[in-house]
């Protein structure tokens, strides 16, 4: 079984010390939740706190955590992965400098990855929806079940940017969700054309940056992640080769340009 957990700002520093002791604590446990049902050998995600995205314009996302799961877009301050090891047990044991929170069960570091943007093209919604429960139950363990496609796509996102104070992010999206394919699409381009060029604009990272550019292209879905469902298929013709460039510009604002779309801007422009 996987759980999630939503760590507010202010709680950072218990998080700390509880992946350093190998323990973490809830004050209270809600009848509303199965979080006393943790056991040996399930996953905990741990959410350390969410900056909002806000919109275009600047606008405030207002009412978090309240807000409908759709609005939780942003940037998390790290993603961690842990392994429960024991069950549930009750302690007074001082463990916290501010509270004693004595519904406990140890865990164990798996992973951690830091400042990633989040939202629906990362995360599958129902681990979105259980982030947003987690919070309004105070940071309780919310079930997520057994489905273990939860993470959409991480290890591809690529340079998020988060000014404090005003948080936005921009960044761009390699959609290499599945390195195989990518690696066959490239292949495909290089049987076809002998070399790897965007199929916008042309650009080509090997003659332009030599060796160090040799091998590298960005890769894109042409139908958005979020659109499909969790299991869904992905064919050679369902990616395109592209630059950096070319591939922010589709992916800057929302609704997402077609290639073809971007393609009849350029030519408008030449």
Same mark, same amino acid.
């Not at 996987?2 to 700002?9: A, C, E, G």
């Not at 499909?228 to 992905?234: D, G, H, L, R």
């Given at each position: 079984m996987?759980?999630?957990?939503?760590?507010?700002?202010s709680a950072r520093s218990n998080l700390e010390i509880g992946l350093s002791k190998g323990v973490w604590g809830h004050k209270a446990i809600f009848s509303t939740v199965k979080t006393k049902d943790v056991a040996i050998g399930d996953t905990l995600y741990f959410i350390?706190?969410?900056?909002?995205?806000?919109?275009?314009?600047?606008d405030k996302v207002r009412g978090f955590p309240r807000v409908d799961a759709k609005h939780y877009n942003g940037v998390i301050h790290s993603l961690v992965?842990?392994?429960i090891t024991s069950q549930m047990y009750y302690s007074e044991n001082?463990?916290?400098p501010d509270d004693i929170y004595p519904?406990?069960?140890?865990?164990?570091?798996?992973?951690?990855?830091?400042?990633?943007?989040f939202g629906s093209e990362f995360f599958a919604n129902h681990f979105i929806e259980c982030v947003r429960e987690s919070t309004l139950k105070k940071g309780s363990a919310i079930e997520l079940g057994n489905n273990k496609n939860h993470i959409l796509t991480l290890d591809e996102v690529?340079?998020?940017e988060v000014i404090e104070g005003r948080p936005v992010y921009r960044n761009h999206i390699r959609r290499e969700r599945n390195p195989e394919i990518v690696r066959l699409k490239k292949e495909s381009a290089m049987k076809l054309k002998g070399k790897l060029e965007c199929e916008i604009c042309s650009f080509n990272f090997d003659e332009m940056y030599g060796e160090r550019g040799k091998g590298y292209i960005e890769c894109h879905h042409n139908n958005p992640l979020s659109a499909?469902?969790? +299991?869904?298929?992905?064919r050679l013709e369902d990616l395109s080769l592209l630059c950096a460039n070319c591939h922010t510009m589709i992916h800057r604002y929302?609704?997402?340009? +077609?290639l073809e779309e971007l393609q009849e801007i350029r030519n408008g422009r030449n």
């Open positions: 996987d759980w999630i957990v939503y760590v507010p700002k350390e706190y969410l900056q909002l995205l806000q919109t275009e314009d600047l992965k842990c392994e001082t463990v916290w519904h406990r069960y140890d865990i164990r570091l798996i992973e951690r990855k830091y400042n990633l943007p690529n340079n998020p499909n469902s969790e +299991t869904s298929k992905t929302k609704p997402w340009l +077609t």
